[in-house]
């Protein structure tokens, strides 16, 4: 009786802590878009609460690693378009381009038309519309859908959430992952009472979505941390601890796999 009573006690104060870190974020997020607000005046075309731009942001300055693993293969101007979809052999349905709004809604017509086929979706973005990615991921999980990230592609800002979705998930070998803060905004650029309060919303929903998809919330506690203009490129040992992948044909899996002399 008495040990089921501290491990009550164990998961409140482990919720109790999360809570509180995720307040704590608000607070500062709340400086850092004053801050960020007061500096785009000084830069032209500048846009701090736009995910997914540049294509690929440079890496948190104290995170690890410092730098992304590799450079995608894919072209920055390919990466930028919005997100189109291409059938390829095996059931994959490859997924690239950012996730404009309304990709999920595209999305979802492709699964109608050709889910019968769909086995895996194949992963190539650097984000965009958080809705939509949690609209396309949600969908996965339903369609009992498996999702990957190929060998160089990019899955960056909001495009782990739809990874999440994947009933198995993997990365393939140089697969660059990463988050950051991710900001909601409409045309209009809100005021930072406006920002911070939608901010606060959207964490609620990434953190409870994660939490559904069976992620730990270690992997949301680093997007929080990191700058929207930067990015933390997850290592294969994190993606296998936040259980972010699945299975054996992780990163970490292939990265240790040596071959023995005859």
């Known amino acids: 009786m008495k040990s089921a009573l501290l491990k009550v006690d164990d998961g409140r104060l482990m919720r109790a802590a999360f809570l509180g870190l995720l307040a704590a ?16 005046a ?29 450079e995608p293969e894919t072209p920055s ?4 378009q919005p997100m189109r979809f291409e059938l390829l052999s095996g059931g994959v349905l490859k997924a690239e381009g950012s996730i404009d709004v309304g990709a999920a809604e595209r999305f979802a017509e492709e699964i109608a038309a ?12 650097p984000g965009g519309s958080v809705d939509d990615a949690l609209s396309m991921s949600t ?20 495009c782990p959430l739809v990874l999440a979705g994947g009933t198995a998930r993997e990365a393939e070998a140089e697969a660059i992952i990463g988050v950051h803060q991710i ?15 939608g901010a606060q919303a959207t964490t609620a929903r990434i953190a409870r979505h994660l939490e559904m998809m069976g992620i730990a919330s270690g992997l949301w506690l680093n997007a929080l941390e990191t700058p929207p203009d930067r990015l933390y490129y997850l290592t294969p040992e994190e993606m296998s601890e936040f ?20």
Request: charged share 20%.
């Open 183 to 197: 900001f909601s905004a409409g045309q209009d650029r809100p005021t930072p009472e406006q920002a911070m309060s």
């Open 139 to 158: 969908l996965i999980r339903e369609k009992g859908l498996n999702t990957k990230v190929a060998t160089k592609a990019l899955c960056a800002s909001s």
């Open 243 to 262: 259980n972010l992948i699945t299975g054996a044909a992780t990163q970490a899996d292939q990265a240790s796999t040596t071959v023995s002399p005859d």
């Open 114 to 125: 050709r889910g019968e086929y769909v086995k895996v979706v194949s992963l190539n973005s």
């Open 77 to 80: 101007e390919v990466l930028s």
């Open 42 to 70: 000084d830069l032209p075309g500048h846009d701090p609460m736009r995910t997914g731009a540049p294509v690929l942001p440079p890496a948190l300055t104290d995170g690890v690693p410092q730098v992304p693993p590799v």
């Open 25 to 40: 974020a608000g607070v500062f997020l709340f400086v850092d878009l004053r801050e960020m607000s007061q500096a785009s």
